[in-house]
């Protein structure tokens, strides 16, 4: 499978140069039509906002002490036509700004996506499931939200500046007040927000982590309740969940703190500005309508103050949002790529050179094109560190891996699994039905999917189902039991049809008989295809055109199966017992 293309808009140089800083700014970039098309709506709306008071004024000084009804009713059109303004300024504001954010956080859930299915991997390291899910919802989310909060920001500063300009018309120094105030308030206000961004990256954190682990939980429930692991599975949940809880306490009352302290200081600086007008109609130096108009502005200026107070907030989580965001993009991929292609047509033969990573030490074999092998392992390490060499999804700490003579390190990821598919044990099934879930595999030859379901014996298992292998399956198979589940990811694997296929233990949950039909239906199936099978069952084994047994992380044994089961102790041991 081919990566998915970066959403545009996003705009990063590579994913290893991701930052909190350049995915927060791709956001924006991304979006960058709807946001300044909301930014100047909303500036429209808070300078329409701004002018209501000194429209007032005007009415005062120019109709009401006057007595003019004329000149009265001018200026009632002029207001009128004013709150008309910035109410359908507000609305189409609040609309693309709400589309941006959206669309942003989209395009960032499809980029992590991207991420996290290229076919090099990498992303998935150190993470749960569940924490890359609550990334890719709650994190994308915030970090979409700055789209939507940003015009509002921009609308406070053109609120505060037709605020200044009209109190500097006003009085020069009620203008200046509100021009060299405005930008120490700013500054604290940012310093204000650092607190709260430390702690809702801790929040985010600590929520993922959470999720990853009921995630889990939930996709194990049948196995922890047969093993009776059901009250340390949940103790464990309990002391996560609390942790999480108090990072979201701690990240609340940050939050309070943030907005306390902007409204305090917001309020004292309206104050002032309140004060000095009120001093300079005392003096005479301003009319009564100027009074009025002052006042007001001074009342008004509390709304960009609030704004800020949002604005701000809102940045803050964003940031820390983005930070984890950049922490999956720019992770380092688990493999290389290249530029070499397999062979066309591939004849599937595959060569271990002193293959060396983790429980493997130098394992030389030869499968030749077209063989039917069985592998067993003494180690389930093994088992699982040779099914990442062979499915590209680890690099070799020494020695190589040969497709058609070509060194698997020298192609892309995608295109060795073109040719080589590894079905691994705990293979997922989707919330499709039978019939497509078994399609995944390949979009075409439906005689082949049937053949490869009868093989598998899912067919058995389609129609034991009230509508057949039209049936829908719930989320990851659960509405099947264990061996159901196995014989229809089975089926997946025989109908993708690979020129080499490599499965890990297929049948452990399906009965001897079925198991017996199953190894030779799979011979029979992949007879001139290259198969491997991973595992320990006899049935599979004895279906084998040859064995080898690996322990101790090299091949002790090579042979067929019921020779091994008579001659070498060690395969016996690990096959019968």
Request: aromatic share 2%; hydrophobic share 50%; proline share 4%.
């Amino acid at each position: 499978m081919r990566a998915a293309k970066p959403a545009d808009g996003i705009g990063f140089a590579g994913h290893e140069a991701a930052t909190g800083g350049s995915v927060l700014r791709g956001a924006i970039r991304g979006q960058r039509r709807y946001v300044a098309g909301a930014s100047m709506l909303a500036a429209a709306h808070q300078a329409g906002e701004a002018l209501v008071p000194v429209v007032v004024g005007v009415v005062i000084d120019q109709a009401v002490t006057t007595g003019s009804m004329p000149a009265l009713l001018r200026w009632l059109v002029v207001l009128a036509v004013v709150f008309a303004g910035l109410s359908a300024s507000f609305r189409f504001a609040a609309r693309a700004g709400e589309r941006a954010a959206e669309q942003g956080a989209h395009r960032l859930r499809v980029e992590l996506s991207a991420r996290v299915l290229h076919a090099r991997g990498g992303a998935e390291a150190g993470r749960l499931p569940g924490a890359l899910v609550n990334i890719a919802t709650g994190d994308a989310k915030r970090v979409g939200a700055v789209n939507g909060v940003l015009p509002f920001g921009i609308a406070a500063v053109a609120g505060l500046l037709v605020s200044a300009v009209a109190l500097l018309r006003i009085s020069v120094p009620l203008g200046l007040l509100v021009l060299l105030g405005t930008p120490p308030l700013l500054l604290l206000t940012h310093l204000i927000g650092r607190p709260l961004e430390r702690r809702s990256g801790v929040e985010q954190e600590q929520a993922a982590h959470a999720s990853g682990i009921a995630a889990d939980l939930v996709a194990g429930l049948r196995v922890l309740k047969g093993i009776g692991a059901e009250p340390a599975a949940v103790a464990r949940y309990r002391r996560t969940s609390r942790i999480s809880l108090a990072a979201t306490l701690r990240a609340a009352k940050a939050q309070s703190w943030h907005d306390g302290a902007i409204l305090a200081l917001t309020g004292v600086f309206i104050a002032v500005v309140a004060l000095v007008g009120g001093q300079l109609a005392v003096a005479g130096t301003i009319s009564v309508g100027e009074l009025v108009a002052a006042v007001g502005l001074a009342q008004f200026l509390l709304t960009p103050f609030q704004m800020f107070a949002w604005v701000n907030g809102e940045l803050a989580q964003g940031r820390a949002s983005a930070a984890r965001i950049a922490s999956v993009l720019a992770a380092p991929h688990a493999v290389g790529t290249g530029t070499a292609s397999p062979a066309s047509p591939a004849s599937g033969g595959v060569r271990l050179l002193g293959l060396t990573h983790g429980a493997l030490r130098g394992v030389d074999l030869d499968i030749a094109p077209g063989t039917h092998l069985g592998v067993v392992t003494t180690d389930p390490a093994a088992a699982a560190d040779l099914l990442d060499c062979l499915a590209r999804e680890a690099e070799p700490g020494a020695g190589s891996v040969e497709l058609d003579q070509v060194d698997l390190t020298e192609m892309a990821p995608d295109r060795v699994r073109e040719v080589l598919m590894v079905a691994a044990h705990d293979a997922d099934l989707f919330e499709q039905s039978v019939r497509d879930n078994v399609l995944a595999g390949r979009t075409d030859g439906a005689a082949d999917v049937d053949r490869a379901m009868a093989a598998a014996t899912a067919d058995e298992v389609a129609r034991s189902l009230p509508e057949g292998a039209a049936t829908v399956l719930a989320e990851r198979g659960s509405s099947l039991s264990g061996g159901q589940r196995q014989r229809v990811a089975l089926a997946r694997a025989l109908a993708a049809d690979p020129p080499v296929l490599v499965v890990h233990d297929p049948t452990t949950a399906v009965d001897a008989v079925t198991e017996s039909r199953i190894a030779s239906e799979i011979a029979r199936l992949r007879r001139g295809r290259t198969t491997v099978l991973v595992c320990t069952s006899p049935a599979l084994l004895a279906a084998a055109d040859r064995v080898v047994l690996l322990a101790d992380g090299r091949v002790v044994a090579d042979g067929a199966h019921a020779d091994l089961v008579h001659t070498h102790p060690g395969y016996r041991t690990a096959v019968l017992s």
